[in-house]
């Protein structure tokens, strides 16, 4: 079984920077994604990467924003946030899986992380 740990949230004011780390326990799989989740509110997509790190895929209200990246010799995945909004606070969820058919549906991804909070004042 697949464990995934995320760090790297935090408290931090409109415009700053954060830098989520997801580490995985046993071996690199194939995809990882990023989702996120407010309080009383769907969960919803934020970043997707394929195994090469040549393919990703962002929801617009991050794109420009937010940067997904991998290290495959550390079986770890980054989302690099910049100008970091208020509507961006959230759980922020790590999630891999070997095939993803449609990555933006939280339904397609097998494996999960804790989360991590990501709170951002005005």
């Known amino acids: 079984q697949v464990q995934l740990v995320e760090t790297g949230g935090g408290l931090v004011q409109a415009g700053d920077s954060l830098r989520l780390s997801c580490a995985a326990s046993?071996?690199?799989?194939?995809?990882y994604g990023w989702f996120r989740q407010a309080p009383e509110k769907d969960r919803e997509f934020v970043a997707a990467?394929?195994?090469?790190?040549?393919?990703?895929d962002y929801a617009d209200s991050v794109k420009g924003r937010f940067t997904i990246s991998r290290d495959n010799a550390k079986n770890t995945v980054y989302l690099q946030m910049n100008s970091l909004k208020p509507e961006d606070t959230a759980v922020y969820y790590c999630?891999?899986?070997?095939?993803?058919?449609?990555?933006?549906?939280?339904?397609?991804?097998?494996?999960w992380g804790q989360g991590t909070q990501v709170t951002v004042s005005s």
């Open positions: 046993e071996r690199t799989l194939s995809s």
């Open positions: 990467i394929d195994w090469s790190g040549d393919k990703t």
């Open positions: 999630t891999a899986d070997e095939v993803v058919i449609k990555p933006r549906r939280p339904g397609s991804w097998d494996y």
